[in-house]
């Protein structure tokens, strides 16, 4: 069994041993003599040299247990520091899914465009689309920063240039918008999904 040693003061150990010396009773709690031996919790070390008291339990020494994880820590320039268990698929689906929230955002940007033209001028759906414009691309932001903080590396990809004109000769252009927005979204959240499941399977 290891011990973990504490350093204690002359005076603590003199202190300790008063408590446990027999003496009269006054109807007082009294703590019981210490024993002597190897069972003993605590003793005093060391005669003429610093007292110590030693507890048993089980040393911890974090400098001989990170020796291991310092010789993982790359020495090549470019390399990340932080990488650790973030294997290539996952690394490489989070880019794709990145792209896909740009995608989307750069989408609901060209809706919102669309109805704040002045000869179409639904203001409360180019509000909406701008939200949502807003929303996706902070989505893809996040994605990023997490990428960062794993030690991968973003490699933005290109953009689909969007649809400009939604006006439906059967279904008008509000109608149309929507279900737009609605199919996209529905194709945003399955991309969601299969970069949850990926991740599942690499683990």
Known sequence: EMLLRIASSPAAVAAASQLSAPGPA??????????????TACRAAGKGKKEEVLLSGVMFQPFEELKGELSLV???EGQSLARQKFVDECEAAINEQINVEYNASYAYHSLYAYFDRDNVALKGFAKFFKESSDEEREHAEMLM???NRRGGRVRLQSIVTPLTEFDHSEKGD??????LALALEKLVNE?????????NKVQ
């Open 145 to 147: 920063e997490y990428q």
């Open 191 to 199: 991309k969601l999904h299969n970069l949850h499941s990926g991740g």
């Open 26 to 39: 006054h109807g007082s709690a009294r703590l019981p003599p210490l024993a002597k031996g190897p069972s």
């Open 74 to 76: 790359p020495q090549a």
């Open 174 to 179: 509000a109608l149309y918008a929507m279900e």
